[in-house]
């Protein structure tokens, strides 16, 4: 079974599909992760994000491998640079098979991004598409990069927020929005264990 998750910036994507995995016992692929570390190879060499051909050449050979041990991948200063080379349409296709293989072998697989359902995984089984007031998002985005120790004001990172979902919703290739046969939930006014309720009861609904 694959469940694909979608949504704006800290809308809550990556929690909801962490626990959803646990709880299945699926595999978990936060594909945010990919465009960050594509990002990041071409910050470490010094080579600017405007790069297309550059960022294809990462992005082509990227080492999969380290994902999620790297916390330097989850600053803000690298999700705001993965949504400028994830609007390279050869990015994309370069991170596709790795993305639509993830799971295999594996009784399910849980995804999380932006095209999961529009794109990735068009078949899924469930399909959600995880929202939140921009308020909301920055607000648990602030609480999350303090907790990190980065340094972060409340307003910048509402801003950030706007501008990248601006320009995720608005690129050519992929953008964000929910697929036709998509789920939505709004977290506004759900905690985290009220949002897996919800989303529990979504997926449980589609396949009882
Ligand atoms: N429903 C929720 N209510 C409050 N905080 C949440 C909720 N869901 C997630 N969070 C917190 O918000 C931050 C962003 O969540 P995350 O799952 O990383 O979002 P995304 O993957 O969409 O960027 C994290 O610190 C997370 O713990
Ligand atoms: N499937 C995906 C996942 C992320 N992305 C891009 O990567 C950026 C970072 O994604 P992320 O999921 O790590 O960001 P957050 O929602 O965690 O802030 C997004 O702003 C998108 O531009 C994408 O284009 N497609």
Do not use: W
């Amino acid at each position: 079974m694959i469940i694909a998750i979608d949504g704006p910036a800290a809308s809550g994507k990556g929690t909801l599909g962490k626990r959803l995995a646990e709880h299945y016992g699926f595999a978990h692929l936060d594909t945010g992760l990919l465009y960050r570390a594509v990002a990041r190879v071409l910050m470490d060499r010094n080579v600017p994000l405007a790069d297309r051909d550059a960022a294809a050449e990462v992005a082509q050979n990227l080492d999969v491998s380290h994902l999620e041990d790297d916390s330097r991948l989850r600053g803000a200063a690298m999700g705001e640079a993965a949504s400028v080379v994830s609007a390279y349409q050869p990015v994309r296709d370069a991170l596709l098979a790795f993305q639509r293989g993830f799971g295999a072998g594996q009784p399910g697989a849980v995804l999380d991004g932006r095209d999961i359902g529009t794109v990735v995984c068009p078949d899924a089984d469930v399909k959600l598409f995880i929202t939140a007031a921009p308020e909301e998002r920055a607000r648990r985005r602030h609480l999350e990069l303090l907790r990190r120790g980065e340094q972060a004001e409340y307003e910048t990172i509402l801003d950030d927020i706007r501008r990248r979902d601006e320009r995720d919703m608005n690129r050519s290739t992929a953008p964000l929005k929910a697929a036709t046969d998509a789920v939505t939930l709004d977290t506004t006014h759900l905690d985290a264990d009220a949002a897996f309720q919800a989303a529990l009861k979504i997926v449980e609904g589609k396949h009882s």
